[in-house]
């Protein structure tokens, strides 16, 4: 009964940091049953380029933000549910080492450890917990999920009309098939469904008509020529380091951090183990 109470004790400390560290416009993470599983930093990839993020395991969700100061602040809180991510593991490149793939509904990215260890212990963790999220019969996995963007460096011309990028002439992403396109060929807006069920999002020209050929409801046929507040917030990423990326050396303090062994609380454990 002690250990019970100190082990949710502990935990309802680590949340409330966790909590704390994203500041006034985080959202609440304490509730029943949530267990912080581990925490550190990893590289992901954006748009522009690859950029360190912390993240945050819990036995329901994934939690990764932006680092204003290293171990204390953070902004740009991201909740995932478990339930909802496909992880995929990738062989190292010529550059970038200790690197999988995370896919979930409304947005996929590659992330990157410091270490091999690392990587095996975030990807075997989360699995783990999602596994036994699922098991538990109240949740039901994710089955379709976005593509990964292409990173604006990687494409010098539109890629659905070939002209070249300028100052004047901005990159785009369509949300539907990942492309680097200019906004002449990303003026209509359509739902995609998996990303959210009534928002119109920008895609590519080729894949409204694709949406259109299947009779898709939702779809924008006059066209924007420019773009909600909200989608250049999106669009726009912090400066960054590229070199980072590539460098397997992160600083001490962004090891990964297993905190508890057990995914359930200690009744649980010790219920499971007597009967």
């Given amino acids: 009964m002690m250990y019970q109470l100190t082990f949710d004790q502990e935990n309802q400390k680590r949340i409330h940091a966790v909590e704390t560290s994203f500041g006034p416009a985080g959202k609440a993470l304490s509730q029943l049953g949530r267990v912080l599983i581990g925490q550190g930093q990893l590289m992901k990839q954006s748009r522009r380029g690859p950029q360190p993020k ?27 549910l478990l339930e909802d ?27 990157a450890a410091a270490s091999y260890e690392e990587k095996r212990s975030w990807i075997e963790h989360m699995e783990d917990c999602r596994f036994r999220l699922l ?13 990964t963007w292409i990173p604006d460096q990687a494409a010098t011309i539109c890629m659905r009309c070939y002209n070249k990028f300028t100052v004047t002439q901005r990159r785009h992403h369509c949300r539907k098939c990942g492309f680097v396109v200019c906004s002449s060929c990303s003026k209509k807006r359509a739902v995609v469904r998996h990303i959210h069920t009534t ?33 250049e917030a999106e669009e726009q990423v912090e400066d960054h380091d590229t070199n980072k990326w590539m460098d397997s050396q992160m600083d001490p303090w962004s090891i990964y951090i297993y905190l508890k062994p057990e995914h359930v609380r200690p009744s649980s454990i010790q219920h499971s183990d007597m009967g």
């Fill in 54 to 80: 912390v993240f945050f395991l819990f036995n329901d969700v994934l939690v990764y933000g932006s680092i204003i100061l290293k171990g204390h602040w953070h902004k740009n809180q991201q909740i995932i």
């Fill in 135 to 147: 098991q538990s019969g109240n949740r039901r996995p994710g089955s379709t999920f976005a593509v």
């Fill in 85 to 111: 991510i496909q992880l995929e593991d990738l062989e190292d490149g010529v550059k970038m080492k200790n690197q999988w793939l995370i896919r979930t509904p409304r947005k996929s990215f590659f992330v």
């Fill in 199 to 231: 928002k119109r999002l920008r895609v590519c020209c080729m894949c409204h008509l694709s949406l259109l050929s299947i009779g898709e409801t939702g779809l924008d046929e006059d066209g924007v020529e420019g773009s909600s507040e909200e989608e």
